[in-house]
């Protein structure tokens, strides 16, 4: 629910983003008359237009971000399990204790290999985006003919790497300051990982 509300936040604008980038409109203030009247800059063919045309490629980028987050969350906990499990098994571990910076890294990887496992769904997002006018099974065909189903996958893996990174490693910091205060000494253990 949260990613589908999120997609329905987010489209309107990597439109209006990935229109400019391509070259199709020169301001924003273009890209958005263009795209609600259904013209399109350049020598890009003209599409629908309208509020529609704000939410091209909704269907792809919720179907790419349900995936990302089955790969991601659960990833990200079985790493923090075997993290806090490997711990509590020395003989002077703790059972409870997990790093911010220990979060940072697994969100990292969790992140990178989501994104890894739906570059697909992002590049046919990305061609319906910016124009492709033959729906997603169509945007998919053309992806696979030119054999560009993992296209960008390197800044994409990049991108989604750092963004777990910093993502995991606030939610543990968040974590523990909230569990500072209501355990004392759980403040200490935080700053000690």
Known sequence: ??????????????VIAQRMQIGQYATVTDAMHGVASGRAGGAAAASRGGLAAFYTGLGVSVARELPFAIVQFPLYEALK????ARRAAE???DAISFSAM????????AGAMAAAVTTPFDVV????????NAGAAGALRQVVAEGALFSGMGPRVSWMAI???????VYERCLQLLQALTTPNAMRKGEEG
């Open 163 to 169: 963004g777990g990174f910093i993502f995991f490693g």
């Open 1 to 14: 629910l949260a990613a589908t509300a999120s997609c329905i936040v987010r489209t309107p604008t990597a």
């Open 91 to 93: 003989p002077d571990g």
């Open 102 to 109: 220990e979060g940072a890294a697994s969100g990292s990887f």
């Open 81 to 84: 399990r075997l993290i806090v």
């Open 125 to 132: 997002k990305t061609r319906l985006m910016v124009g492709a």
